[in-house]
């Protein structure tokens, strides 16, 4: 089952990561929203450890709900039907189950979550308190305009400039459309994936009965 195992495990990654990139984006637009408020607290001697705590609450929550009863539904109804799926196409010996599954499944995710949104945090909140009293949540000081060709035309300049002074905000949606691509590419393949794996199967069988013995016995 390596080859199976290995796609869920890359698939679930992906998800992980997609949500993970979800909550730090509308945790960036919630600090941007609430940055007078950020910045008051800040004066009046919150630390940013605090803050980071603050914002990570929810998202560590949600995704330890979603494990605590993704583990409770794994163990007990879907069990028995993932085996069923196996036990319906090969002849397998009795499974048993270990605590790799729940490191995959469980505990990788919540570090993903973690590691992401912490992340974030310590980049948006590493500004100073006057700056986030300011709302000036860009952390860089102002630069002088990239230089242009004046032998373009000036609506070919201007949307140059349009997408230099936002490259942050395309880099964010470029990366929201690579991992919906990516999910999208799961879902049409794997029909095409199986059919294929089925014909390949057939063809290369031996006898009716086939038996591997692998070693060490």
Not at 36 to 55: N, P, W
Not at 115 to 121: A, G, T
Not at 150 to 168: C, D, E, G
Request: include cysteine; charge should be positive.
């Amino acid at each position: 089952m390596g080859s199976d195992k290995a796609m869920g495990g890359v698939l679930l990654d992906i998800l992980v990561v997609i949500i993970a990139f979800i909550f730090a984006v509308t945790i960036s637009n919630t600090i941007r929203n609430e940055a007078a408020v950020i910045g008051t607290l800040r004066a009046s001697g919150y630390t940013r450890k605090e803050l980071i705590h603050h914002y990570m609450v929810l998202p560590i929550c949600v995704t330890l709900a979603g494990a605590l009863i993704g583990n409770i539904l794994g163990y007990t109804v879907l069990k028995n039907v993932c085996a069923g799926m196996y036990y319906g196409s090969y002849s397998l010996p009795t499974y048993v189950w270990n605590g790799e599954a729940f490191l995959l499944t469980t505990v990788v995710p919540v570090l993903i979550m973690s590691l992401i949104n912490y992340m974030v945090l310590h980049h948006k909140l590493k500004l100073s308190p006057l700056q986030f009293l300011r709302r000036d949540l860009s952390g860089k000081k102002k630069k002088k305009a990239m230089y242009l060709s004046p032998k373009t035309s000036i609506f070919h300049r201007f949307r140059l400039r349009i997408i230099f002074q936002n490259k942050s905000n395309y880099l964010v949606l470029f990366t929201g459309i690579l991992f919906a691509n990516l999910l999208l590419f799961f879902g049409l393949l794997l029909p095409s994936v199986l059919s294929h794996y089925q014909v390949e199967i057939q063809n290369g069988l031996l006898a009716k009965y086939q038996y591997l013995l692998e070693a060490p016995v």
